[in-house]
């Protein structure tokens, strides 16, 4: 808490939407907690906006510097409750090294789950050809036919919450499902990758991004799958080497990729580029070949996952000032 107990404790709340921000007011009263709310990323500029507050919460969509951290610590901020699951936008261990302490937030898998099932299941079907063609008022059948998930099997490189979330979703449709984690936690049917990657007509990826998952599939690890194997992303775009990916679905290696996150994603997603040249040339060379799918990293964007977001980073900022008072 505060320095008086009497006083609710306070909680800036940085780059969040309007949407986010509708929830923040709602649910802070209810937790005893005063926000203080902005758009705005954390950074040098915006730091003066924490004082008073020495637990915040950030979105995942802008890189907090190492400086930024600093200044931060320097401020008396000593918590960083970041609205995502993955960290790889914030340097955890030099945060700490500020005495500033960084944890997630837990929201629903289902977001993430169901909408790496609608991407499975338009890759399988080349929804991206038959919605463009039809658009333009052609109507007649693709050359390529599609296929059933019941044909297929379908590796699945973590199984985590959503890893697993995703494997529940699949056993409904009757496909052979092979699984990889380091640390195995279902019953599911483990491998180890490079048998994996060998078997699956479709690869998708939950891994977290860490140093050891980073570029997890290089082009040895697609020169290992399947001829015309499908790869879904809806983990971390830095999970793919993507000049090697670009290079498989350019030679017909792969048959295809559906992506909502992608490396180099950071200031290009979440904004209208639409009138702005778009710098990074592997994202427009896969956006031009009609078997690769591309969404905005926006899989985790649910009314019920924004929810959970909002309400555990309220809560977590809560428990941490209970622990710095007991501690």
Known sequence: MTDSDSEPPRVTIYGCGPDEAVLFQELAPRFGVTPTIT????????????????????????????????????????????????????????????????????????????????????????????????????????????KELRDLTVGVIGTGRIGTAVMDRLQGFGCRILAHDNRPKTAADYVPLDELLKLSDMVTLHAPLNADTRHLLDQRRMEQMKPGAL?????????????????????????????DVLEGEEGIFYADRRDEPIDSKPLLRLQSLPNVLISPHTAYYTDHALSDMVENSLSNCLKFESRSQHG
Request: hydrophobic letters at 40%; proline letters at 1%; aromatic letters at 4%.
């Open 39 to 146: 758009d705005a990323p954390v950074s040098a500029a915006t730091i003066e906006m924490a004082s008073g507050s020495r637990c915040i919460s950030v979105g995942h969509k802008t890189r907090i510097s190492n400086a930024t951290l600093l200044a931060l610590g320097q401020a008396g901020v000593t918590y960083i409750s970041t609205r995502s699951i993955g960290y790889n936008h914030v340097d955890v261990e030099y945060a700490g090294s500020v005495g500033i302490t960084v944890e997630n937030v837990c929201y629903s898998p289902d977001s993430v789950a169901d909408y790496t099932l609608m991407l499975m299941l338009m890759a399988v079907r080349d929804a991206k050809s038959i919605v463009r063609r039809t658009d333009m008022h052609d109507y007649r059948l693709s050359e390529l036919r599609g």
């Open 231 to 259: 790869i879904v992303n809806t983990g971390r775009g830095a999970l793919i080497d993507t000049e090697a990916l670009v290079q498989a679905l350019e030679s017909g290696r792969l048959g295809g990729a559906a992506l």
